[in-house]
């Protein structure tokens, strides 16, 4: 059965397909490390939950075993595809697709902010890899990734310690 995931103050509800309720429950739980969930909506990718900096997280299930319908998680019921974040919507024919990095926001992610292309020269495993290793740290780690944004390039600096979660698609 799908999911949906709230956490702290972001207003996105994070759609996890197929999800086991229980075991979710009982993994976050008893979580002493970041926990990486497979999302689909509003973005598709990787979640990587710090239960420590999280402050609250919500599992909801469909009532008496009802499917969810669009508009139950995400007024409006507009997905967001790549083509509203990244500029054009292109990728350069037979270039590697750069990883995109959402992070926490009271905007949430279809506002146009929060989200970060990675350089095409890390891939996104190695970008949850290195979220994961800043958030287990257990000290003020930061983390630095060259990113693009339609405002221009720079660095994105993370702080593992302080960071709820981040998706990675």
Known sequence: MDLILRIGGDPASWVVLDGD???LVAQLHRATAPVIIEVTAP??????????AAGSVVILQPPGGAVWRTTDWNPGGAFW???DWNPGGAIKPG???APIVYLASPAGPGTGTSR???SGDVNAQGVVQDIVTAMSDGTKRMLSLPVYDPSGTGVLVIDGAALPFAVVC
């Open 21 to 23: 309720y229980e075991a």
């Open 43 to 52: 973005l598709t990718g990787r979640l990587v939950l710090s239960p420590k």
């Open 81 to 83: 595809k790549t083509t």
């Open 95 to 97: 270039a590697a697709r």
């Open 116 to 118: 970060y292309a990675v």
